[in-house]
Every structure is written in structure tokens, then in C-alpha cells.
């Protein structure tokens, strides 16, 4: 079965604290991303990556990190998290930007 | 940047009613996709539709690319179609999509 999963569901930590959500995909996809999504706001771009080692900055980069060593994960790290972090995020997955996008089930972090 | 304007914000129907969702967007796009987002949170593709007419059971979406705006159709609305519909553009030459706001959609039995 195709799946997108992230880990963990649910965090609540505290401000400055570093944490790791991580991201895995079974269907060899080459290309990831990073989301956050805020009330009224829709789904806003963090990170994306086009392939192995390779990344780039979405339209909310800030306080946030990424790695693709491998094709099938790509974690996201906070190094020192602040509470304007708190959100959900989603992870996903796709053949290439354009096409169908598998998307995990979320982590709902919460930073106090 | 791209601006994607989508509308209502959020409607309230019967079950069995009909419903059309709007997606504007700003400049030109090389593609976009429609998602739903149930209550639980999931993230579901419904259509990847650059341009055209596309059907999927009761569901149908029509792109007008010229036009900059697509069309999401919901026919004899069911609880389950309940959740928020998002439209996703693809940046001419930019790896992105960009996410409208999404309309919210409650089915009452």
C-alpha cells in the first residue's frame, strides 16, 4: 500500500527545545515537501525537495531545517522551536511537483 | 507572487444539493489540483486538471486556464462529502504549489 508517515501524531514541547518530525514514503517518489497548515491560512510551503540531496526554501523556511539523504525520507527539524510554530504539519510526496501529491496524516505540533 | 482566491469560504447544504466551488488565480500555472480535507484532517487528491473537464464519479472539476479560474462540482451531496476544499497551483517554472484557503463545506442529513 502507498503511504506517506510521518511520526510522531502529536508533540507538545517547550520553546527551544530541538525536535525531528520525521517522514518516510514507500512509493519512490522523488519528490517531498513540507507543509504547515494555520487557521485561515490553507497549506503554506516549508520546505521541498526535487531528489536525493537536493533542496530548497517554500514560502515559510524560517526556524526550520530539512535533510534528503535518502530518497525515502526527509525529515524536518526545529532547531530552537517558538511558540509562532505551533501548527499542523503535513508531510508529502509525489512523482514530481506537478503530479499527485500523497499526503501523511499530519503531526499536530504544539510549542509552549 | 501568485495570489489563489478560492470562494465561498464556507457553505452549508443538504445532503443531496448540488454545490460549485471557485479557485481565481493571479498568473499562469503549468498545473492544479484540487484536494479535500476531511474532519479527521486527511489529505486527499481529487483532480490534477491544468486545463479542461474532469469527472470522478460525483464529483467533477473544469480548468479554464485562459481564464485563470477552475470550477469544482459536487452533485447530490452526500455527509461524508463534508471537509475543506482546497486548490493548488503550480508556479510556471517554480517547483511550488500554491494553496488557496480552501472552502469549507458542511453536509447536514
Known amino acids: 500500500e502507498a503511504q506517506v508517515t510521518q511520526n510522531p501524531r502529536y508533540l507538545i514541547t517547550v520553546t527551544g527545545k530541538k525536535l525531528t518530525v520525521t517522514c518516510s514514503q514507500n512509493m519512490n517518489h522523488e519528490y517531498m515537501s513540507w507543509y504547515r497548515q494555520d487557521p485561515g491560512l490553507g497549506l503554506r510551503q516549508i520546505y521541498y525537495s526535487m531528489n536525493v540531496e537536493v533542496t530548497d526554501k517554500g514560502d515559510v523556511p524560517e526556524g526550520y531545517k530539512v535533510s534528503r539523504k535518502e530518497k525515502r525520507n526527509f525529515p524536518l527539524i526545529l532547531e530552537s522551536p517558538s511558540p509562532n510554530q505551533t501548527s499542523l504539519y503535513f508531510c508529502?510526496?509525489?512523482?514530481?511537483?506537478?503530479?499527485?501529491?500523497?499526503f501523511g496524516p499530519g503531526t499536530r505540533l504544539t510549542v509552549l | 507572487g501568485i495570489q489563489v482566491e478560492q470562494s465561498p469560504p464556507d457553505l452549508i447544504l443538504q445532503e443531496g444539493a448540488n454545490s460549485t466551488l471557485r479557485c481565481n488565480f493571479s498568473?499562469?500555472?503549468?498545473?492544479l489540483q484540487w484536494f479535500h480535507q476531511n474532519p479527521w484532517g486527511q489529505l486527499i487528491n481529487l483532480f490534477y486538471?491544468?486545463?479542461?473537464?474532469k469527472q470522478n464519479g460525483r464529483l467533477s472539476a473544469t480548468t479554464v486556464a485562459t481564464e485563470r479560474y477552475s470550477l469544482l462540482y459536487i452533485s447530490s451531496s452526500q455527509t461524508t462529502d463534508s471537509g475543506v476544499y482546497f486548490c493548488?497551483?503550480?508556479?510556471?517554472?517554480?517547483?511550488?504549489?500554491?494553496w488557496g484557503a480552501g472552502t469549507k463545506l458542511i453536509i447536514k442529513p
Open positions: 486538471i491544468p486545463s479542461g473537464t
Open positions: 498568473d499562469s500555472v503549468n498545473n
Open positions: 493548488a497551483v503550480e508556479r510556471d517554472s517554480n517547483y511550488q504549489l500554491i
Open positions: 508529502a510526496a509525489s512523482w514530481t511537483v506537478g503530479n499527485e501529491q500523497f
